[in-house]
Each structure stands twice: as C-alpha cells, then as structure tokens.
C-alpha cells in the first residue's frame, strides 16, 4: 500500500505561471517531507525540504506548502521556467521504523512550455 | 568534487548470469543506499548501510545483495534469481540516516541495467 501519493501523473504549465504539484501521505507518523527533481537518464537532486512543524518552506522560487490534518503537501514553482521542465518526486522521511529512509512517490512530470 | 560515481552507466546482461554494479562517494557520508526505479514508478528500495560492515534489506531486496567493507563503496550484485532485473538502478548516499533533521540522500547518475 503506497504511503506517499502523487496522484498527477503529468503536469503542463505556461512558462511565467505557477507549477503547483501535490502530494498525499497516509503516515501521521512521518517528521520530514522532502522533493527532488530528476531529468531523464539522470539521479535525483534535493530542492527542498520541509519539517513537521512547519506549515511552509520557501527557497527562491520553491516554496513547499504542508497541510498536516489533510495529509497533503504542495511544490509551488513560481515563476516557471522550461528548464523546470522534469519528474518531481515526493518523498518522506520518520514513520518510526525506516530508520531516516525515505520513502518516494511515483512521480509528476512537469513540462513547462516556452 | 565530492559526489557518487556509479559505473558503468549501461550494461547488458544475458539472462542466468550475475552482474555487480559500483557505487563509490567521497562525500564521507556514513550511510549509502541503492534504489530501482522502473518506468512510471517511484524509486524503491533495495538495500541500505547505515555503517561500514552493516547493511539492512529494503522493500524489494530479494534477488540483490551487496557488501560494504568501505565507507566509500556500496557495490550491488543483481543475481539471476532477480526475476526482473531490466530497470535503472540509483545508489545514494547521506551524512547519516539517524541523524537530526531532514535525510537528505544525494544521488549518483544512476546504471541502466538490461537483460537480454
């Protein structure tokens, strides 16, 4: 059973608007949420992370939103720009168990058109 | 540059015979990780370290094993009992996996494996 849900598949956004990407979670157990971005043939690099405590996280254009009653995070990318354009994974971290493992969405392929 | 250096990037395997995939960092990060993603799934867990001469079976271990006699190395061998091998297989790495705050793995370019 899939802890950390990416329910979009694929996203198209207009270069200049706002990318809002979603994630769903079913761990209350879970401490920390983090999301990487991967280009094909490529490993994932970290953009940003959020705790618990928090309800949002920004670092430049990224700004991570948490909403811990409705289990649901989002990846606000604004203004978007092409070079956005890849998979967005979701991950989580803390159910106690993993030891710090995170555990990955599927994730959301984001095309950014010129 | 500190980072994860997998080799090699491609590989094909005939069906029956083992391959070992290399994953080396100079981050001097404690823990290491190797993860599988297939298309249109997330990454899954294979196996993790948290410390030299120590590993620990992810979600989907079965047909993989691997060995850590040093910090820096992280090698795993795809047996042929792993019924479906054919993926891209990611190794990482972190500072620790039970240390405070955020576990933030850092990533090798990944190996794509294909049997034939």
């Known amino acids: 059973d899939q802890q950390v849900k990416q329910n979009s598949p694929s996203l198209s956004v207009q270069e200049g608007r706002i990318s809002i990407l979603n994630c769903d979670y079913t761990n209350s157990m879970f401490d920390y949420f983090l999301w990487y971005k991967k280009y094909p043939a490529e490993g994932p690099t970290f953009l940003i992370s959020i705790s618990s405590i928090k309800d949002k996280n920004e670092d430049g254009r990224f700004t991570v939103f948490l909403n811990k009653s409705a289990k649901h995070l989002s990846l606000h990318i604004v203004p978007s720009q092409p070079g956005d354009s890849a998979v967005y994974f979701c991950a989580a971290s803390g159910d106690g168990g993993s030891q710090g493992n995170l555990i990955f969405g599927k994730g959301t392929k984001l095309s950014v058109k010129p | 540059d500190g980072g994860i250096t997998q080799s090699p990037k491609y590989l094909f395997r005939k069906e029956g015979q083992n391959v070992t995939l290399s994953c080396e960092q100079n981050l001097n990060h404690d823990a290491m990780y190797w993860y599988r993603q297939d298309p249109g799934q997330g990454l899954r867990l294979i196996y993790y370290s948290q410390i030299v001469n120590d590993f620990q079976k992810g979600d989907i271990a079965e047909g993989y094993s691997v060995s850590r006699e040093k910090k820096e190395s992280f090698p795993l061998t795809v047996t042929s009992a792993q019924k479906n091998p054919t993926a891209f297989y990611l190794c990482?790495?972190?500072?620790?996996?039970?240390?405070?705050?955020?576990?933030?793995?850092?990533f090798g370019a990944g190996s794509r494996l294909t049997v034939l």
């Open positions: 990482a790495s972190s500072i620790s996996s039970a240390s405070a705050g955020a576990n933030v793995l850092t």
